[in-house]
């Protein structure tokens, strides 16, 4: 069994993203947490 690949955002694409949001999340190191 194979895992999938993760996924990196930059942080201008996880700013982006948040502003959007109805929730907010944490970012570290190209990761999103929720």
Avoid: N
Avoid at 20 to 27: H, Q
Wanted: hydrophobic share 30%; glycine share 2%; charged share 30%.
């Amino acid at each position: 069994m194979s895992t999938q690949p993760k996924t990196f955002i930059t942080p201008e694409e996880y700013l982006a993203a948040e502003r959007k949001a109805e929730t907010k999340s944490e970012y570290y190191d190209g990761e999103v947490f929720l």
